[in-house]
């Protein structure tokens, strides 16, 4: 079945580092893709999504690129703030008539001031 | 506008009870899942709902029903409430696949 992976572990990094978080995927057909952010005691909010190959997801910062080739949306943030600490999941939709999201199993990301 | 509803936020049960949970969607938005997140499974689909019918279903017992109303809310029922059952669940709501869905804050149900 479909399937999303993320890079193990948490993600400690300083104030106004590079954020890069891995995520592939594995799908028939041409899943849409999508990050989420989970801050703490909160559900899921929508970071961004890209919706076929080549398309490129932005914002508050972040990008993320779907690329068909390597079967990725990795997600990048040039300039990390403390505010960003928060759980990202990524997730994809297969669109083949089934409306429904499988996750990766998320990464905490803390950002030291 | 008004987001993703769910009530209650917090729930504590004994195990062998049942509990129903609540979710209101985005006006419009006539799609709505449910996903349960717990630490070791993570974010797991349970069901999805679409103009009343039940759409898809993920892997989990038949103890694990839902239900949606004709204005789109929907409800979430467990029966025979397990240890295991305890998690966040959390209520999504979308227009479309393609569009992106909207979720609420969830609630976190704990079975003592």
């Known amino acids: 079945g479909d399937s999303v992976t993320q890079m193990e572990g948490p993600v400690t990094l300083s104030e106004e580092a590079f954020l890069t978080i891995n995520c592939t995927y594995t799908?028939?057909?041409?899943?849409?893709l999508f990050w989420y952010v989970q801050y703490p005691g909160e559900g899921l909010q929508l970071l961004l999504k890209?919706?076929?190959?080549?398309d490129k997801g932005s914002n508050k910062g972040f990008e993320a690129t779907y690329r068909k080739e390597t079967t990725s949306f990795h997600l990048e943030k040039g300039s990390v703030q403390v505010s960003d600490s928060a759980v990202y999941f990524c997730a994809l939709s297969d669109r083949q008539g089934n409306n429904r999201l499988a996750f990766g199993k998320g990464n905490q990301v803390v950002v030291i001031p | 506008k008004a987001g993703v509803t769910q009530t209650p936020r917090y729930l504590i049960k004994t195990r062998g009870q049942q509990v129903t949970l609540s979710c209101s969607p985005i006006s419009g938005h006539r799609s709505v899942s449910w996903y349960q997140q717990t630490p070791g499974q993570g974010l797991q689909f349970l069901f999805e709902?679409?103009?009343?019918?039940?759409?898809n279903k993920g892997n989990f017992p038949g103890r694990f029903s839902g239900r949606q109303f004709s204005n789109s809310r929907s409800e979430m029922n467990v029966s025979t409430l397990e240890l295991g059952d305890s998690a966040l669940y959390l209520c999504?709501?979308?227009?479309?696949?393609?569009?992106?869905?909207?979720f609420g804050s969830g609630t976190r149900l704990t079975v003592v």
């Open positions: 799908a028939t057909g041409y899943p849409s």
């Open positions: 999504a709501s979308s227009r479309t696949e393609n569009y992106g869905y909207t």
């Open positions: 890209a919706t076929k190959a080549d």
């Open positions: 709902y679409f103009s009343e019918t039940q759409r």
